[in-house]
């Protein structure tokens, strides 16, 4: 069985996904690459091909109708065969350094009989307009080098969110979860991370630099102007959340994982907030209060802790004072959810 296996969801990549593949190929026989083609029209079927040809034992090119990248990241858990699953978007890379470490715990762990549930790393913004780096690092919220489950977070951190981005995931474990991504649809990396949650008993920080996430291309899904056109995608994400995390509400028992699972969905909210409130379209602020109106109708417990937890709160207080503590508000959502 491989260690890990990676699923490079890519659609029309041909100008940037060598430099993905190439970054994780160090990883030789211990891993497997999925290249799944999600419907390309340009050169990213062939490249993938060739990859395939030429690293048969390790790369496998996998090509689809094209369902958005929820349903490539579907593609990859249903053919993975590696004890740990990993998504890599193909316009970003692993850290030659930071990848080797993480292959030698992964192992180390699994030779004890002890594989966790989830691997946390660090992973590193690489802001291509300001060509500069900002690293996101979870050691104030997690131990170190040790395995431990949620009674063992330091505390949940306002806006320290976990994003797909720090996750390694054991595989049966994610399959376990019945995670099934919706189609067509940008976001898809929060349900990612937030739906197996309650599905992980044993977890280990790695502080590692391990993903490099590349901000500023040109039509990313996560420019600001980006998701305001597709606030309608957003939102959707937003609602699932909130479906997911009432209907199991019952069935959350440890104390700090709920926290932190209600600490996310509070910052996905305020994301979804935040945007409607930088538009300044009427039709999108009608959008957010009845994103709002449909929470607290839906569990008013959860709805007063979004509503009136800091950052909900936040987008609630009238005036030009209430306008700006939103901004800040904004702009941390920003530093943490990668969105520029």
């Not at 549930?117 to 050691?139: F, W």
Request: proline residues 4%; charged residues 25%.
């Amino acid at each position: 069985m491989k260690l890990i296996s990676f699923a490079i969801p890519c659609y029309n990549s041909q100008d940037y996904m060598r430099k993905c593949i190439e970054s994780i190929l160090p990883g030789g026989e211990d891993v497997e690459i999925l290249i799944i083609d999600d419907g390309s029209t340009d050169d990213t079927a062939k490249i993938a091909d060739e990859y395939q040809a030429k690293y048969p034992t390790i790369c496998r090119a996998i090509h689809q109708e094209n369902g958005g990248h929820g349903e490539a990241v579907n593609t990859g858990i249903r053919n993975a065969s590696g004890l740990y699953f990993k998504v890599v978007d193909s316009d970003d890379w692993v850290d030659e350094d930071a990848y080797r470490k993480v292959r030698e715990k992964l192992q180390e762990l699994v030779d004890a009989g002890t594989p966790v549930d989830m691997l946390l790393t660090n992973y590193v913004y690489e802001k291509l307009c300001e060509n500069h780096q900002r690293r996101m690092i979870y050691h104030h919220m997690l131990p170190e080098n040790e395995i431990f489950g949620w009674d063992g977070l330091k505390r949940v951190i306002k806006g320290n969110v976990i994003l797909m981005h720090s996750v390694t995931y054991r595989t049966e474990m994610l399959r376990e979860s019945g995670l099934i991504l919706p189609k067509h649809t940008f976001y898809v990396d929060n349900l990612f991370v937030f739906e197996p949650l309650p599905y992980v008993k044993t977890m280990y920080y790695l502080d590692v630099d391990y993903y490099r996430y590349l901000i500023g291309r040109d039509g990313q899904s996560v420019a600001e102007q980006t998701m305001i056109r597709r606030i309608d995608q957003q939102l959707a994400v937003n609602y699932r959340m909130v479906d997911y995390f009432c209907a199991h509400d019952s069935e959350i028992q440890n104390p700090m994982l709920r926290k932190y699972m209600l600490s996310y969905l509070e910052m996905i909210t305020v994301v979804s907030s935040s945007l409607g409130y930088v538009s300044k379209d009427p039709v999108i602020f009608h959008q957010i209060h009845e994103l709002w109106k449909y929470i607290k109708e839906k569990n008013p417990g959860v709805y007063r802790r979004l509503r009136y937890g800091i950052f909900g709160f936040s987008m609630n207080i009238p005036g030009k004072f209430g306008r700006g503590v939103a901004r800040k508000s904004y702009h941390l959502a920003q530093r943490f959810m990668g969105f520029n």
